[in-house]
Every structure is written in structure tokens, then in C-alpha cells.
């Protein structure tokens, strides 16, 4: 197709493997007669830069996607080296950190032209449109952009319709080269936006208002049984903030995939009131589809800390949905956040008691256990804030924000030892390998979680220096 203009579209380096879903929307609605997207990703590619590089003279724009951490600094440094090869070729920049911080970038950095906020898909498709003709930009929604050297921020854009979008082109990028770092033939599929839930740890409260959006599982059946043909994997990753939303949709995606016989696994995410509201008729129907893993968010083993979160979901639905999977040989992942401000003792104590409780229940069962960390957007962050804790500074200052592998300082040295001796030791406790070597270690790990003994660590001392943990930021 001759004359068409190209869209650069850049994912910066990160520890994490799933496809670009984002860049992928993004490129997918543009109109591929007057457009050509190059995806270049800096996790799967040695050297991004040179691919960049070579399509410069002929781009309407460079956009970026963004979040919070430690991917910022990629982001920046990428952005800087375009806009030095390229002075008047536009930046823009999108994802959940501009959705958080819109004008920020802008006023931070003369090579940051405009940011996106919230969905994407038809803000960006009216910019790059915009951008072709050369058009003012005051009347796209959705969007902050320069003007006369300041930030102007657009009104928002409503959530659309996920189903007026067409099928996803994951032609895009080379989905070869992510089955290779994942070491599996692992697909990534987005089937809905936002969550109408309001927990105050959660930034998506204030980036989509509470809004949802979701595919009918009648496109979504026809999407994954065209890109199974094509790509051949094996199993699929639902990357939705809450895939069992809607029970009526589940129930006609699994059996829709039962009625085709389709040849793949697939994992997603559930709340655990979901979960106790879900027939058992469904959920032996997404057993029968696949179904095997879910992520379900408990987050604390105190009630009072789950009320106090706005979680609004109960222990017993835990408790249900556990015993369910158990029934079904689902596998389950449980994450747990500790180190909230207002933690007690006793949350702490109900925590670990929940903890091996799960771990107990089944050996297909995880518990990672997280840090709090203030991560902005979120009703809790803004009341730390209130309180006087002092947020990153800048966009510079977020790329060291590590929310994953590192505590708050409400933490004290005391506790952070103790849950990084309980999580050590945890991991031997119930790991799943059968090893005469690993035997008398494992029964050893298990008395000590079951008594919250942990002082004289001497085996983690000696594996850690054999096989240092991996870095999470």
C-alpha cells in the first residue's frame, strides 16, 4: 500500500512478558490503507532504537505506553533520543501513568507533546488523524496538549462500546517472540475495560469512574478460535481487571467454547463475591471450557482491614471459592497486600492465619504477599498524602517508584523481616517438587510457618547466596 503514513509505537523495557494489548488496540483501529503501524517493543527486541531509527522520516507520530514505575525511565530516555532525531515529529504519550499525572509529562519535558487519557482507542485514532491534517487539537477529548508552551487538558472521552471495535491485529508484533520469553505458548486477550468496584487501594476507581465495558462472548469466541488457528497456542491469558463481572457472559463464553472444542487452557481473574455468586452449573461449564487458574484478591485476612479497604467482599467468599476450586482442580492465585498504615498486630496475625489456611487447602493454590505502597490515584494514597507522606516528585522521580518489591515506611524493620522470613519460608513449605534433598528443608519450613518461627534463618541465608532473588522493578 504506497504513501501511507507511519505510527511509531513504542513499549519501554520491563521484567514482564504479556503482549503490548494496549499498542495493539491502538494500532488495530487506525485505517490501514493510509496508516502503517510499527510496534517496536523493548522487552522482546535487542535493539529498539535502530528500529525506530529507520522509519522516523516517514512517521506522523511516536507514542508511547506508560505506567507508573520504573518502565518511566525507558519511556523518557526514548522519547528524548526520537525527539533529538526527529525535532518536529510529534510525542505522545498514553497508559495508565498519564491517565494519573496528565499534564505533568508536558510541563516537565519539551519532548513530550500530548498525553492520552483513559481509553484509547478512539482518542488516538482522532489525534493521529488530526495530526496528518495538521488540525488544532481543542476539540479532541480525551487528550492534554502543548499550547504556546503550557498544557491544555481536554475534556475526558466516556468509555465506548468494547464491541465497535473490530478484531485486535496481533499481526502487529511477532507473537512468536513472546511465547519464546514466556517459555510457553501463552496468548494475551483483553475482553472488557474498567471495574465497577471502589476499592481505595486501586487507582482504577479514578481512572474509569467506575465504568464497564465488556466484549460479547460471542465475538470473543469467533477472536479466539481465528487467532488459535493462526498463532497455535496453547493456553490464554485473560488480562481483564474483573473477567466474571457479568455471570450470563461467562456462561455463554464457556459454552461457546465447548460447543467448538477449543483446543487451549485459559486463566482469568474473578472476585471472590463473584465467585459465591456463580452457579455451580457455570462453574463446572469453565472447567469443562478450560478454566485453569484464577487470580482472586483477598488482600488482607481482616475483615475489618477488607472493610476498611472498601474491598466489599467477605472472608466466607474467600473461604467458598477456595473449596470450589479445590472441588474443581482449578488453580488459584490469592494475593495479600500488608503494610497498610493503620495495620494491627492482630490484621497481621489474621493475615498469616489466612495465608496457610489457602495453602493448605490445596498444593495448586499461591499466596503472594505484597507491600502497600501509596500508588497514586487511590483513595488511600490520598488520605497518606493528607497525612504528609510526600509522593515522587516528579516524572522522573516516579521511574524509581517500586510498587511491587519493596515496603512503605509504615512498615517497620521488624515486620518487614518477619513476612520476608514467612514468605521464604512459605514457598518451601508447600512447594510442589518432590526431591529427597528438598524433603527434610520442606519439613523444616513447615514447622516454622505453623509456628511463626523464624528467628536463626540459616537456610535462607545459604540458598539466597546460592540463587539471589530475581528483581522485581
Not at 180 to 200: A, P
Request: glycine share 6%; proline share 6%.
Amino acid at each position: 500500500m504506497p504513501n501511507r503514513k507511519k505510527v511509531i509505537l513504542y513499549n519501554p523495557q520491563a521484567v514482564f512478558f504479556d503482549m503490548p494489548l494496549a499498542l495493539l488496540a491502538l494500532g488495530s483501529v487506525l485505517d490501514e490503507k493510509k496508516y502503517e503501524v510499527i510496534i517496536v517493543d523493548a522487552r522482546v527486541e535487542d535493539a529498539p532504537l535502530e528500529i525506530i531509527k529507520k522509519h522516523l522520516s516517514e512517521a506522523i507520530c511516536f507514542g508511547v505506553t506508560v505506567i507508573t514505575g520504573a518502565p518511566i525511565k525507558d519511556a523518557l530516555q526514548m522519547s528524548a533520543q526520537v525527539k533529538q532525531l526527529a525535532p518536529n515529529l510529534t510525542v505522545v504519550w498514553g497508559g495508565w501513568h498519564t491517565s494519573l499525572f496528565p499534564k505533568e509529562p508536558i510541563q516537565e519535558h519539551d519532548f513530550i507533546d500530548i498525553t492520552v487519557q483513559g481509553q484509547g482507542e478512539d482518542t488516538f485514532k482522532e489525534l493521529v488523524e488530526h495530526l496528518e491534517r495538521e488540525q488544532t487539537l481543542e476539540n479532541v477529548k480525551g487528550i492534554t496538549y502543548r499550547l504556546e508552551g503550557q498544557p491544555v487538558k481536554n475534556p475526558p472521552r466516556p468509555i465506548a462500546d468494547m464491541n465497535q471495535f473490530g478484531r485486535v491485529n496481533y499481526d502487529l508484533i511477532d507473537v512468536e517472540k513472546y511465547f519464546r520469553k514466556k517459555k510457553k505458548r501463552q496468548f494475551d486477550y483483553i475482553s472488557s475495560i474498567g471495574c465497577y468496584f471502589r476499592c481505595s487501594f486501586c487507582a482504577d476507581p479514578f481512572v474509569y469512574q467506575r465504568k464497564f465495558s465488556a466484549v460479547s462472548p460471542e465475538k470473543m469466541v469467533e477472536d479466539l478460535i481465528y487467532y488459535q488457528q493462526k498463532y497455535g497456542f496453547e493456553d490464554v491469558n485473560f488480562q481483564d481487571e474483573t473477567f466474571f463481572t457479568y455471570t450470563k457472559r461467562i456462561k455463554a463464553l464457556a459454552e461457546g467454547m465447548i460447543k467448538e472444542k477449543v483446543e487451549f487452557s485459559w486463566a482469568g481473574t474473578m472476585r471472590a463475591d463473584q465467585g459465591e455468586r456463580l452457579p455451580d452449573d457455570v462453574w463446572k461449564l469453565c472447567k469443562e471450557a478450560g478454566l485453569r487458574r484464577l487470580l482472586i484478591g483477598v488482600e488482607s485476612g481482616s475483615q475489618e482491614m477488607m472493610d476498611w479497604m472498601k474491598k466489599d467482599v467477605k472472608l466466607t467468599q474467600i473461604f467458598y471459592c477456595a473449596d470450589k476450586c479445590k472441588e474443581l482442580d482449578i488453580a488459584v492465585i490469592f494475593p495479600f497486600i500488608v503494610g497498610f498504615p493503620n495495620e494491627t498486630d492482630k490484621s497481621v496475625s489474621e493475615t498469616v492465619k489466612v495465608v496457610k489456611q489457602l495453602r493448605k487447602t490445596s498444593r495448586k493454590f499461591d499466596t503472594p504477599i505484597f507491600y502497600f505502597k501509596p500508588y497514586p490515584g487511590s483513595q488511600i494514597t490520598q488520605d497518606v498524602v493528607k497525612n504528609g507522606y510526600e509522593l515522587p516528585k516528579t516524572t522522573l522521580d516516579w521511574g524509581d517508584f517500586d510498587y511491587v518489591g519493596s515496603s512503605g515506611p509504615w512498615v517497620t524493620p521488624e515486620k518487614e523481616r518477619f513476612f520476608e522470613h514467612f514468605k521464604f519460608y512459605l514457598k518451601l513449605a508447600y512447594n510442589n517438587k518432590k526431591s529427597s534433598l528438598l524433603y527434610p528443608l520442606k519439613k523444616l519450613s513447615q514447622w516454622r510457618c505453623e509456628k511463626n518461627q523464624f528467628r536463626f534463618p540459616l537456610e535462607k541465608y545459604i540458598i539466597e547466596k546460592i540463587k539471589p532473588a530475581p528483581k522485581l522493578s
